[in-house]
C-alpha cells in the first residue's frame, strides 16, 4: 500500500520523519565473560579502546544531528519520533487502546450495526488555508535568519487545497470500507448497508471511498451502490442529524463562545514558551500566540496532503510534552464547545439518536428536534428493516452524539489550567475520539445463553475501543441488554431539552 502511496505522490526537496510511533530501543549485546566471568586486562584493553572510539563517534554524531526526541529536541527542530496520535482531531484514525477486548465475544454473533464515521483527513478549510498561506508569507518576507530546524521555512510553498480529502484520506476510507467487511462479513455477504451522508463535498466522497473499500471484498456493483447514498444537505433551514446547524441558541448564544473562553486559558499556559522560542530562532517574525497554533496545525495538514508515511518538517519543531498540550487544547475544543461540557452540546445529537433507537428497535422515529420527518418517514429513504447502517458526518456532530448517548459522562470536568491524559477523562480526549476517519459502531448482538429467550446486547465501539455504557446497567463487557439500553436514553427520549434552542439569545 505504501508503495503505491510513494508512486502517486510527489516528493519535494523538505526532510521528513517516519510518522510510526518511536522505533523500540536497541540494547547492547551482553559482553560475554571468561572461564573465571572476568576477561583478562590483555583482552579487556582493545575492547576498551574500540568502546571508546565507538562512543566518540556516536557523541559526534549526536552533536551535529541534536536530539531526536528527548529533552531539549525542540530547541534544534529535531523532535523525529513525536507521535501523530497527540494532533488533536487532525490525527489520522489510529485504533485506541482498549480496557475491554473489541473483538465480538465468544458465543455472541453481532445481528445489527450502525456505523457513524468522520470524513477522511482533509485539506485546511478555505479560512484557515488562508491564515496559513498569509503567515508563511509573511514570515518569509519579514525573516532573514532561520534558527536550527527552521531553515527549511526559507523557501518553503505553500501550497495546500482546502475544505476536500486529501489522497491520504481517501485512502482511510478505503480501508474503512475494507475493515467494515472484515468484521460484519456474515452479515454483509447477505445485504448491503443503507448510507448516508451529510451534504459537503468531503463527506459525501468519503461514503463513496468508503463502498469502494467494501465492494471490492463483496464483489457486488459500486457504481448502484454509490449512487444510493443518501445525501442530506446541509443547507440551513434544513433539518439533518448528521450535521449541526437547527439550533439558534446553540450557534450564536452565551454557549457559544464557551470553549474558545476555554481554550484561551490553556493557551495563555501552554503557548508563549513555544511562540517566544520560535520568535528567537526567527527574528522579525514576531509570531502572536495564535499563529504559534498554526505553526503546529500546519504539522498534521502538510503531513496528510503530502503523505508518505513520513512527517513533515513542521512537526520536527516541537517537542512530544508541546505535542500533547496542543491535543489538549483542541480536546477542550470538542468538550465544551459540541460534547457534555456544552450546556447544549448533547442537545445537538438528540435526533440521531432517536434514529439509531428507531433502527435498534424497528420502530418509527420518535422525535421533535433535528430529524428530518419528510426523510425519515419513508422506508425508501429512512428503511428500519436493515442489519447494516453507515452514516458520515463531522467531528463536531459526533462529538455531540457522544455526548447524548452519555459515552463520556464519568469524564468529570475538564480542567483549563492543566492538562489530564486521556486515561483520566475516560478515555476523552479529540485524538482519541474524532481524529480523521473517525468511527463510532454500535453493534446489536445475540448470545449462545438461551438466545430464543435473552434480549439481545448493545454495545459502542469508539475507533475500536469499548466504551463501557454507564447510563444503563452494563456487564463486565461494558454491554447492555437493548431493552435497558434504550431505556436509558432518557435525555434524548424526551428531547433533549430542545425547547432551549428557541430562547432569546
Not at 454491554?479 to 435497558?484: F, N, T, V, Y
Request: aromatic share 10%; proline share 6%.
Amino acid at each position: 500500500m505504501m508503495a503505491q502511496l510513494r508512486k502517486v505522490l510527489p516528493k519535494n526537496g523538505y526532510h521528513y520523519s517516519q510518522i510510526t510511533e518511536h522505533d523500540s530501543p536497541t540494547h547492547p549485546a551482553s559482553a560475554r565473560r571468561g572461564p573465571g566471568g572476568l576477561w583478562s586486562e590483555r583482552r579487556r584493553r582493545p575492547v576498551i579502546v574500540i568502546c571508546t572510539a565507538i562512543l566518540a563517534i556516536l557523541s559526534l554524531v549526536l552533536f551535529f544531528r541534536g536530539p531526536s526526541n528527548g529533552n531539549g529536541c525542540e530547541k534544534q527542530g529535531a523532535c523525529r519520533k513525536t507521535s501523530p496520535k497527540l494532533w488533536g482531531q487532525y490525527s489520522p484514525f489510529f485504533s485506541v487502546p482498549s480496557d475491554i477486548s473489541p473483538a465480538v465475544p465468544s458465543g455472541c454473533e453481532i445481528t445489527h450495526v450502525s456505523l457513524l464515521a468522520r470524513h477522511g483527513a482533509r485539506y485546511p478549510t478555505e479560512h484557515k488555508s488562508i491564515l496559513y498561506s498569509d503567515l508563511i508569507k509573511r514570515i518569509q518576507e519579514d525573516v532573514s535568519r532561520y534558527g536550527a530546524g527552521l531553515e527549511f521555512l526559507q523557501d518553503y510553498e505553500y501550497n495546500l487545497g482546502a475544505d476536500q480529502l486529501t489522497f491520504y484520506g481517501e485512502q482511510q476510507l478505503v480501508n474503512m470500507g475494507h475493515d467494515f467487511y472484515q468484521r460484519y462479513q456474515a452479515l454483509s455477504d447477505k445485504e448491503d448497508p443503507f448510507i448516508r451522508a451529510a451534504g459537503s463535498e468531503r463527506v459525501i466522497a468519503s461514503a463513496e471511498k468508503f463502498i469502494e473499500g467494501l465492494y471490492k471484498d463483496t464483489g457486488r456493483d459500486e457504481d448502484a451502490a454509490r449512487e444510493g447514498i443518501l445525501v442530506v444537505p446541509e443547507e440551513d433551514g434544513y433539518n439533518n442529524t448528521l450535521n449541526h446547524g437547527n439550533c439558534p441558541t446553540f450557534e450564536d448564544g452565551p454557549s457559544s463562545e464557551l470553549s474558545h473562553e476555554k481554550q484561551e486559558v490553556w493557551k495563555q499556559i501552554f503557548v508563549p514558551p513555544i511562540r517566544d522560542r520560535l520568535n528567537a530562532k526567527m527574528p522579525g517574525a514576531n509570531l502572536s500566540l495564535d499563529e504559534t497554533i498554526f505553526m503546529m496545525d500546519m504539522c498534521p495538514f502538510s503531513t496528510v496532503a503530502d503523505y508518505h508515511d513520513e512527517k513533515s518538517r513542521f512537526c520536527w519543531l516541537f517537542s512530544e510534552e508541546e505535542w500533547r498540550s496542543y491535543d489538549y487544547f483542541e480536546t477542550l475544543d470538542k468538550w465544551y464547545g459540541y460534547g457534555t461540557g456544552n450546556p447544549l452540546g448533547a442537545t445537538q445529537g438528540v435526533g440521531y439518536v432517536n434514529e439509531l433507537i428507531a433502527r435498534l428497535t424497528g420502530k418509527s422515529v420518535d422525535d421533535e428536534t433535528s430529524t428530518n420527518s419528510t426523510l425519515d418517514g419513508s422506508a425508501e429513504t429512512f428503511p428500519l428493516d436493515r442489519k447494516l447502517y453507515a452514516d458520515f458526518s463531522h467531528d463536531n456532530t459526533m462529538s455531540s452524539i457522544y455526548a447524548t448517548l452519555g459515552l463520556y459522562n464519568d469524564t468529570g470536568v475538564m480542567p483549563v489550567n492543566h492538562r489530564l491524559p486521556p486515561v483520566e477523562t475516560r478515555g476523552f480526549s479529540a485524538a482519541w475520539t474524532v481524529p480523521f476517519a473517525a468511527r463510532m459502531s454500535v453493534e446489536k448482538m445475540r448470545c449462545d445463553a438461551a438466545p430464543d429467550e435473552e434480549e439481545e446486547l448493545v454495545w459502542v465501539l469508539v475507533n475500536d475501543r469499548v466504551v463501557p455504557l454507564t447510563h444503563c446497567a452494563a456487564d463486565k463487557l461494558g454491554r447492555c441488554s437493548l431493552g435497558d439500553f434504550v431505556e436509558g436514553l432518557s435525555f434524548a427520549r424526551s428531547g433533549g431539552q430542545w425547547d432551549q434552542c428557541f430562547r432569546d439569545t
